[in-house]
């Protein structure tokens, strides 16, 4: 394909130089004429291990080279400029808007399907908020009709980039229609790697859940790490161990948007070692307010229960996981001593959980807490969708599908996803978290 590469930095110059590699006939433009002039000479303006052979080889073997203004529009436009921090933490676009507005300019005046792909990080709403409607006015033309727009988010590392773009976990094609994600997809044949195709807003925000979770990973085996340092236990050797379990820890388990944790460790765990980090004055501002973030859940739930505006809750779920009868500390548990709180008038149903046969400190936390649940506990589904006006999911079962399905009468606040692909219904359904 004809490629141009707008912005030779980090991204733009691998992807230029791996891009041209595979044969593809590319154009790098920088508006920085020291980092073009590097180029064409076969340098790599950027360090990065294994870069400057595959640009030399490139450059010389004419597949590649570099401008500061794009003249002619080939098959396809990646867009690599920086995303940097405005003061107040919002995006700086300038770089990525005045990359689109020369693009318009040069797209009213292409005739054939020319493809937008943007690489840049930006927020979820970006491209149909700003670059679409910019591209559309200052081109004339319709995106999606007479040209294609992508969000092909980039996902390598610095030191580590050319070996990334070869084997990147995934390479994840947000479009506005098929032809132009056909085309960026296109681009990429050959690359070892799943291919995702998803919603421009999807694309945008899979690069940012990525990001937030690297950083996150940093700072909780830092903050393992200081309260290990307090306690006189080697944390690498903690780390290590706690990283061989792929079934919970490095794995997609726990990885589910949806409701609160809860049950008889994850809480009580959680608090004592914030507790025993404050003894040893060992701040740990990420494990310390992981219990504060789940009862947000907990209010959350509860205020997309009151928005229904219905008052007959019934509750399909109160142990704290399927397949359990365990109570203790069950956010479902808490939710509905919130709504007996509130005036709410609940019913609940859970196969699970047989009220005659819990004991000891189940039966201890459930009487406690909610002293009159017997006579909320009904015996059957029908019972409980004969009395109440909204449903609440707090499992997934079988038994509650054809109540949430389209064919369902009663709304329904769904914080398991029972069915993967979302609601089945457009009226009645709300999602905790999708
Ligand atoms: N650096 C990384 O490892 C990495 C990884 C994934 C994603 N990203 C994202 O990719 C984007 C680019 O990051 P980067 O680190 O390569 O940025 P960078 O600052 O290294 O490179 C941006 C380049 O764009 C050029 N430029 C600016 N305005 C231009 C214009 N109007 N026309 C042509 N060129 C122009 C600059 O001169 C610069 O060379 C950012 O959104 C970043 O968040 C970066």
């Known amino acids: 394909m004809k490629v141009t590469i ?69 098959d396809i436009s990646l867009v690599c400029v920086g995303t940097p ?68 988010p980039e996902f390598l590392r610095e030191s580590t980039a050319v070996r990334d773009f070869y084997k990147p976990p995934f390479t994840v094609v947000g479009a506005l229609d098929t032809q132009s994600a056909n085309v960026v997809a296109g681009l990429y044949d ?7 195709r998803v919603p421009l807003r999807v694309a945008e925000m899979i690069k940012y859940a990525c990001n937030s979770f690297h950083a996150l990973k940093v700072v909780f085996a830092n903050e393992i790490g200081n309260l290990c340092k307090a306690l006189g236990v080697d944390s690498w050797q903690v780390m290590e161990i706690f990283c061989k379990d792929n079934k919970l820890n490095l794995s997609p388990y726990y990885m589910k948007p949806g409701f609160a944790f809860g049950g008889s460790c994850l809480p009580k765990d959680v608090r004592a070692i914030v507790h025993l980090a404050k003894q040893l004055d060992v701040e740990l501002p990420v494990l310390g307010s992981v219990l504060a973030s789940n009862q947000l859940q907990i209010e959350r739930a509860y205020h997309l229960i009151r ?46 959980v047989t009220l005659s046969s819990i004991r000891g400190k189940n039966k201890a936390f459930i009487e406690r807490t909610l002293p009159h649940i017997s006579s909320l506990m009904k015996s059957s589904l029908a019972e409980v969708t004969g009395q109440a006006e909204v449903l609440v999911l707090c499992k997934k079962s079988k038994e509650f599908e054809a109540a949430a399905s389209a064919d369902g009468q009663l709304p329904v606040v769904d914080f398991v996803r029972l069915f993967p692909n979302g609601a089945t219904r457009t009226a009645g359904y709300e999602g905790i978290c999708w």
């Open 6 to 74: 707008f912005g030779m930095g980090y991204v733009g110059s691998v992807t230029a130089a791996c891009l041209a590699d595979r044969g593809h006939e590319v154009t790098g433009i920088d508006s920085d004429s020291g980092k073009v002039l590097l180029v064409n000479s076969g340098q790599s303006p950027i360090m990065e291990p294994g870069l400057e052979e595959i640009l030399q080889s490139a450059v010389a073997a004419g597949r590649l080279r570099a401008e500061t203004k794009a003249k002619t529009l080939g």
């Open 307 to 352: 928005r229904t505006g219905k008052t007959k809750v019934g509750v399909l779920g109160l142990s704290f996981k399927a397949e359990s009868d365990d109570l203790r500390e069950s956010p479902n548990v808490a939710l509905i001593e919130r709504l007996i709180g509130k005036g709410y008038q609940v019913s609940v149903y859970d196969s699970d």
């Open 190 to 196: 050959g690359v070892d790697a799943p291919l995702e």
């Open 85 to 152: 921090s405005n003061d107040n933490g919002s995006l700086d676009l300038g770089q990525v808007l005045r990359v689109c507005e020369d693009l318009g300019n040069m797209l009213k005046t292409t005739d054939s399907y020319h493809v937008a792909n943007i690489r840049s990080t930006v927020t979820p709403g970006t491209v149909e908020g700003q670059i679409i409607p910019l591209l559309e006015r200052v081109s004339g033309k319709q995106a999606g009709k007479d040209f294609g727009v992508c969000m092909n």
